[in-house]
């Protein structure tokens, strides 16, 4: 019956979509014409720029492996029965709608799509404006097999409407293939979003090759078995788990997302959550000859002796202690780290740090004297600033969870705001730049449906409900709103296992996010957004992904499913 209702509601939208435009994320401003072009092994994609060639690339690519077509590519040529694509003129960004007309300081990305019966006319405002236009261009083929393929006349002119437009991905709980990471970045640059926030470091797991300190990698990247379903568990795999990415895979991955206009940036968690470096280097710790703490009511694989990589899921005492020894180890990883991932920023992670070491510690209390602070708040708050002061004399920006407003802010840096709303709302206060990512909206490791048959943390955030949210808290004044650089959503993987998993958690939702980063609120329409992710459902079959349909459990479409922050 599901699978009946789910084929007429996707025939309906198709019927639908011949009159209106596929497109997710929504334009700013999206006019449709009358006829059709056609492409077809005639056409060719016409590029008139430098920089334009991996937009140029990145389309033909699509039609080769999805369609069979393989266009040529060229810098000069006939512009009628072509692909073409271009610079804009300067004046794209006023050239919008009303709205973000108004806008100060405009988003970089802009970019027109005309779609006439002759030609096909890309014109971006720079080299990602003309990449996101041939995200849209994409989503106008048909899904099926062709070497003709007729797509609806239009005029398109949009820009994004936030800066920040990101993925996070934990890859230390449960270790992903390369080939899937690229596979993730895809998923990202169809969605016209621009940040893959890669989590690299955990307490089950160190994934990335730092040469200085190779047991970061043969001892702290594996732990000796995996608690079995919903904390606490139900036993241990009692199998040996782990991997690590070398530098030469990162450099792949960071140049992979580069070529999609999609900057990565790295965490390297501190000072919780460092139980897998602890595990390598004990001397991290406060505590360096005590053995780790077993939690409660656990079963575990192996030696409970010394310094052991984490096998549940959970938060642990053992954490980085504030000796010269930790900032000399940290700043070796950073000059590693920053050789490898080119971007603005550098996330620190800062969250969910217990004070019980530090509070035990006579290293930590005599610290606390010395430095005038007030308490281990006041700690880890130097802590932060310690680590912010480096990587900013490197040129790097640091981004932390809202626990680092705990003890006062670092100076310079900016605020993921997890815990609700108020550590983003606080930050911008303060003149902080932040990223929103509240777990209520923006965690996709919660449940999608009340019927859920698969294993989750808990939570329950439907699409809907991710569709309702907007980034721009209402406690905020309209200068204090500048600061709110845009969201994320968050994947964290106690409970995924595997890439099918993954993309099960992150599809719908992810098309509802995009939409909240992308299109201007006053022209977000949650009918309109159904109607489009219906032929988003029939997008997923033609590419083969995975995904939730949870979407058509009528128990989800309740006041609750899209109540607002």
Not at 245 to 251: E, F, G, L, M, W
Not at 389 to 417: C, F, H
């Amino acid at each position: 019956m599901k699978k009946l209702f789910l084929s007429i509601c996707i025939l309906a939208s198709l019927i639908s979509i011949a009159q209106e435009s596929p497109i997710i994320p929504q334009p700013a401003s999206l006019k449709m014409g009358e006829g059709s072009f056609t492409v077809n092994n005639k056409t060719s994609i016409v590029t008139k720029g430098a920089g334009l060639n991996k937009s140029a690339k990145f389309l033909q690519a699509y039609l080769k492996k999805m369609y069979g077509l393989v266009l040529p590519i060229s810098t000069s040529g006939n512009i009628n029965g072509n692909i073409v694509i271009s610079y804009a003129k300067p004046e794209i960004n006023n050239n919008v709608t009303p709205a973000l007309k108004a806008v100060s300081n405009p988003i970089p990305g802009a970019y027109t799509l005309t779609i006439s019966e002759k030609e096909v006319i890309i014109e971006g405002e720079n080299e990602a404006g003309a990449f996101y236009g041939v995200q849209s261009l994409i989503q106008l083929f048909p899904f099926t097999k062709s070497t003709n393929l007729s797509i609806p006349q239009l005029l398109v002119k949009d820009q994004p409407r936030f800066a920040y437009r990101g993925m996070h991905l934990d890859v230390a709980r449960h270790f992903f293939p390369v080939d899937f990471l690229k596979k993730y970045i895809d998923f990202i640059a169809m969605h016209k979003m621009n940040t893959f926030h890669w989590h690299l470091t955990e307490d089950q797991g160190w994934r990335i090759e730092i040469k200085k300190y190779p047991r970061l990698t043969e001892i702290g990247a594996f732990r000796n078995g995996t608690t079995i379903g919903r904390y606490p568990g139900t036993g241990n795999t009692n199998t040996r788990y782990g991997g690590f990415y070398t530098q030469a895979q990162i450099k792949e991955i960071v140049q992979y997302a580069a070529d999609r206009y999609v900057e990565v940036i790295p965490e390297i968690e501190l000072p919780g959550h460092s139980s897998a470096a602890i595990a390598a280097y004990p001397e991290l710790s406060c505590f360096p000859d005590s053995s780790t703490k077993v939690p409660a009511k656990i079963a575990w694989n192996g030696s409970t002796k010394g310094k052991q990589v984490q096998q549940t899921w959970g938060v642990f005492e053992d954490v980085f202690a504030p000796t010269e020894t930790t900032f000399k180890f940290l700043e070796n990883v950073f000059d590693e780290v920053i050789q490898l991932f080119p971007s603005k920023y550098i996330h620190i992670g800062g969250d969910e740090c217990p004070k019980e070491a530090w509070k035990k510690s006579a290293y930590c209390q005599q610290l606390i004297k010395e430095k005038g602070l007030k308490d281990e708040h006041g700690l880890q708050s130097y802590f932060i600033q310690r680590v912010e002061k480096y990587l900013n004399s490197k040129g790097r920006q640091i981004i932390g969870w809202d626990e680092i407003l705990e003890g006062g802010l670092a100076p310079n840096a900016t605020v993921m705001s997890w815990r609700g709303e108020q550590g983003g709302i606080e930050a911008a206060k303060q003149k902080h730049n932040v990223i929103m990512t509240p777990g209520g909206w923006m965690y996709f490791d919660h449940k999608q449906s009340k019927n859920e048959d698969s294993v989750t943390i808990g939570g329950y955030t439907t699409v809907q409900k991710v569709y309702s949210y907007d980034p721009i808290p209402k406690a905020l004044s309209a200068e204090d709103a500048k600061y709110v650089l845009g969201a994320q959503a968050n994947v964290w993987t106690e409970y995924m296992t595997n890439t099918s998993k993954v993309e099960y958690q992150i599809f719908p939702r992810m098309s509802a996010l995009s939409e909240v980063l992308w299109t201007p609120k006053e022209q977000k329409s949650w009918p309109n957004f159904e109607k489009r992710l219906l032929n988003q459902f029939k997008r997923f079959d033609w590419l083969g992904f995975n995904y939730s349909k949870a979407f058509f459990d009528p128990a989800n479409n309740t006041p609750e499913t899209t109540k607002k922050p």
